[in-house]
């Protein structure tokens, strides 16, 4: 009976994990079925090994929180937000096949990972702080004057600006920023996965 409640919450809890927390905030489609995928994935094959005593529980667990490190590592088009819901998912899953001797304590963990979740991928949560690639349509080698150029056009103050490409030809610079207190959004930001896809 505790397999079943175990099993019960765990279904419960990726879902709050995907439609009440991801979805609303994020709106990426093809990562439902991702985390979905990846969960009961990891639910049923620890949920077999763990019935078939071979003792490998753990070490399936750390491989394949080792599978998804690569995964992300080679991956141009996930946030590392998405990571984190990635990573959550899996561990939902691995506490769902777990012994269920503990069944408070798994019970507890999951809700510890939907509470962490909620409230660090809260949009209001560091809220002035920011990060965008940006492309200037000048060549700026000098980093004070990149600095200041990058104040201007934001409107906030740059804590790190890390140069990603200088192109002499086209007259063109793309910078990574990080930035605090802006009311001003940049002029036509380009994200990290578009960047990539466009190197």
Known sequence: MSELALLGAEV???????????FPRHR????????????????????ALRTSNTGTGLGLG???????????????????HEVAYFFSALALGLLGALDTASLWRNLALM???????????????????????????????????LVRRLEELLGAHVHSARLLR??????????????????RRPVAPVSPAAYAAHR
């Open 166 to 183: 200088i192109d002499l030809i086209n007259d063109s610079t793309v910078v990574d920023v990080r930035y605090a207190g802006s009311s």
């Open 28 to 47: 990426r489609r093809d990562l439902v079925v991702a985390y979905f995928s990846v969960n009961i994935g990891v639910l049923a094959v620890a949920d």
């Open 12 to 22: 419960v809890a990726v879902t709050v994990l995907v439609f009440g927390l991801y």
């Open 111 to 145: 809700g510890l990972i939907l509470v962490v979740m909620a409230i660090v991928d809260n949009q209001r949560l560091l809220a002035r702080y920011r990060q965008q690639i940006i492309v200037l349509d000048s060549a700026v080698t000098h980093q004070d004057e």
């Open 62 to 80: 750390l491989a394949l929180f080792g599978v998804l490190s690569i995964i992300r590592l080679r991956s141009t088009e996930l946030d590392q």
